[in-house]
């Protein structure tokens, strides 16, 4: 099968959009399909995938184009001109979008892909749910484990519970409110560390001495040892397409808490959600799931949000 997968930016690029599509890519490959990215930012092919920012790629006679997600350039330069292009498009809604382009491409495209509750509930409420398809997310079973050495690296007290949120300073990733909260918690003996690869909008929380500790690192495999030797993972953000860390940390026998938005509502049994600020701070710190409960978590994302669950899905369209 011939594929091309369109994103703004590909892997080595760190980011949650690149991994995913990397992944996704390679574990195509991986089957013996043919499979190129379109991309506006890379830095050349990778590990048996072309990569190009060549638009007249688009013309070539592809069995599916795969847009993840909207309202980014390329994104919306492919979804526009969805008519004009003659293979068939499968477009990943990946968050929701009431935008023109994103409108119009529910209309133009041939497949709208859903992972959450939120996008079948957006695909429905325009009346396009015949092109629905379920894509699940889904993250590389090994490159996701991570391995210990975190805290010794980065200076992290060994004598304290550590309490972990990574994703980047964003605006939807709310860590700087997430830092606020937890030092108005007044939770004792714990640390609280962000990780981010970018502080451009000035969003990385201010450090706080026994209290908050904010990093920049852009090593997936750094973040992953985080992860790993968190004793709760907090996701805060108030926008996420999925949130795949969630993802990482069920399989890294993480306990997690989350904003009930995106994966974590789907997620919710193996985890602890939250609408509010008081009902965060009702339960932070306080989230310690038996070993059984534990066990579920990793069993479940074993057995449905590995890659190649998303790869099943998107081949599936044209089986």
């Known amino acids: 099968m011939n594929l091309l997968f369109v994103v703004h930016r590909y892997y080595p690029f760190p980011g949650g959009s690149e991994y995913f599509v990397q992944a996704m890519a390679e574990e195509a490959v991986g089957r013996g399909h ?16 072309t990569v190009t920012e060549q638009a007249q790629v688009l013309m070539q006679n592809w069995d599916l184009i ?7 350039s390329v994104q919306n330069f492919v979804l526009s001109n969805a008519t004009r292009i003659p293979s068939p498009i499968l477009y990943m809604l990946i968050l929701p ?7 119009q491409a529910m209309k133009d495209c041939a497949y709208l ?19 629905a398809v379920r894509i699940r997310h889904g993250i590389k079973l090994q490159e996701s484990l991570g ?21 980047g300073y ?5 860590m700087k409110e997430l830092a606020n909260l937890f030092v108005n918690a007044g939770i004792d003996d714990t640390v609280l560390v962000t990780t981010g690869y970018d502080n451009r909008m000035n969003l990385m929380p201010d450090p706080v001495p026994g209290k908050v500790i904010p990093l920049l690192i852009d090593s ?24 795949l860390v969630i993802l990482e940390s069920m399989l890294n026998r993480t306990p997690w808490v989350a904003r009930d938005i995106a994966g974590a509502s789907m997620l919710k049994q193996f985890g602890k959600t939250y609408r509010t600020d008081e009902e965060l701070l009702h339960i932070m710190g306080n989230n310690m799931p038996t070993i059984e409960e534990l066990d579920n ?20 369209i044209k089986n």
Not at 34 to 49: D, F, I
Not at 147 to 154: A, N, P, T
Not at 297 to 316: E, F, P, S
Request: aromatic content about 10%.
């Open 147 to 167: 391995k210990f050495g975190f805290k010794d690296k980065y200076g992290i007290p060994s004598d304290k519970a550590m309490l972990l949120s990574c994703g």
């Open 34 to 49: 043919n499979v190129t990215v379109l991309a506006g930012e890379h830095q050349g092919n990778q590990n048996g995938v």
């Open 220 to 243: 997936k495999a750094d973040v992953l040892s985080a992860i790993r030797e968190a004793d709760i993972y907090y996701m805060h953000s108030n926008q996420e397409g999925f949130g």
């Open 297 to 316: 978590a990793q069993d479940y994302v074993l057995n449905n949000h590995l890659i190649q669950h998303t790869v099943d899905d998107i081949l599936a």
């Open 97 to 103: 979008s009431h935008s023109q382009v994103c409108l």
């Open 170 to 174: 964003w605006p939807n990733k709310q």
């Open 113 to 131: 892909g859903w992972s959450t509750p939120e996008d079948l509930a957006h695909i429905k409420q325009y009346g396009y749910e015949h092109k």
């Open 66 to 72: 795969v847009v993840h997600g909207g309202d980014v």
